[in-house]
């Protein structure tokens, strides 16, 4: 909330480096895959870069027209995706600071986005109470998600890259085929809002966090992986 993001030594708990630079709260923050570089969002409408090293700002990508809700770093590290208030998803380069291209089709606020493990499809999860899939090189849509009944608040794809996870205010997720945008499963159980949720690295459990106060970890039937493997 102080506009900050902080950079800490986890042996002696001691600060590192002040990531100062946004104007507003920051939201989301995440290291790429080598460790070398942080990337921020915040409310200011902007997603920055830093360097781990020296605690100095590598990029700012500029573009948004609302507040940043979500970003990520593609496993190769070269390419940003930014989620924004404005409705959209943006593609960045990490090399040159440029916008590469815009995703649209949400009717509302985009509250989560998340790369494959192989860095060639983006998800988004929206206010809208939608997912939608598209390919990252060309920005087409592959695949659109709908069933939820609240807003979708956290997307990800399994390991695979075949299954999609949405968790939602309607108390549920939903597991999706990537492809095709079909619901394969839904997972109830939850009293209230989930807000987090994750494949483990086999992606044959799945962790979800509510606002009833509790985790719950599923276990996938082996039948619904092998018909999306197919």
């Not at 002040?18 to 921020?40: A, C, K, P, R, Y």
């Not at 605690?55 to 979500?70: D, M, Y």
Request: hydrophobic share 35%; net charge negative.
């Amino acid at each position: 909330m102080d506009a900050t993001a902080k950079l800490w030594d986890v042996e002696t708990g001691s600060e590192l480096y002040s990531l100062t630079g946004h104007t507003q709260e920051i939201v989301s923050l995440n290291f790429n895959n080598t460790g070398d570089m942080i990337v921020t969002g915040s409310f200011d409408f902007t997603t920055r870069l830093w360097d781990v090293r020296s605690g100095r700002v590598v990029q700012t990508f500029l573009g948004h027209n609302g507040e940043i809700s979500s970003t990520q770093f593609n496993f190769a590290g070269d390419l940003v995706i930014s989620g924004s208030i404005d409705k959209t998803c943006k593609l960045w380069s990490v090399k040159t600071g440029s916008c590469m291209r815009t995703l649209r089709g949400h009717n509302d606020e985009v509250l989560d986005v998340s790369f494959n493990a192989a860095g060639t499809k983006i998800v988004t999860g929206s206010a809208d109470c939608s997912a939608r899939v598209y390919n990252t090189m060309t920005g087409m849509e592959i695949a659109s998600m709908y069933g939820h009944h609240g807003e979708i608040s956290k997307v990800a794809f399994n390991p695979q890259g075949r299954i999609v996870i949405t968790a939602s205010s309607d108390k549920t997720c939903r597991l999706w085929d990537a492809e095709s945008g079909t619901c394969i499963q839904q997972l109830e159980g939850h009293d209230d809002e989930i807000f987090s949720c994750a494949f483990n690295y086999e992606g044959d459990t799945i962790i979800t966090g509510s606002k009833d106060n509790t985790c719950r970890i599923w276990k996938s039937e082996d039948a619904l992986y092998s018909q999306v493997h197919q």
